[in-house]
Nanobody, 125 residues
């Protein structure tokens, strides 16, 4: 599995950014795809993820981003997006795209995830 993230940048508080992550690999459509972030001096933390349960799309969000961030997935393009609205200075971090067999293990056993390179998001106050 290979992941290529893009879309970070500098934005003022209250603004929006959209991150993209192009995924490739065998059976990639069956993987959960998601985003983590790591702020300076802090541990990497889960942000959001999307997967499929049968024909039902399943999403999960960390509490600090619920209602502000939206994760989506285009299986035809094998790409996952993170639309970030109402950004706050505390959202400043390096954002990493991740892939794993399921959302639960993506969160609980993050050391086993596939990772893309990080993309910097900076929110100025």
């Amino acid at each position: 599995v290979q992941l290529q993230a893009s879309g970070g940048g500098l934005v003022q508080a209250g603004g929006s950014l959209r991150l993209s992550c192009a995924a490739s690999g065998s059976n990639i459509s069956r993987y959960a795809l998601g985003w983590f972030r790591q702020a300076p001096g802090k541990e990497r933390e889960f942000v959001a993820a999307v997967s499929w349960s049968g024909y039902v799309r399943v999403t999960d969000y960390a509490s600090p981003v619920k209602g502000r961030f939206t994760i989506s997935r285009d299986n035809a393009k094998n790409t996952v997006y993170l639309q970030m609205n109402s950004l706050k200075p505390e959202d400043t971090a390096v954002y990493y795209c991740a892939a794993d067999k399921a959302i639960a293990t993506m969160k609980s056993k993050a050391q086993n995830n596939y990772w893309g390179q990080g993309t910097q998001v900076t929110v100025s106050s």
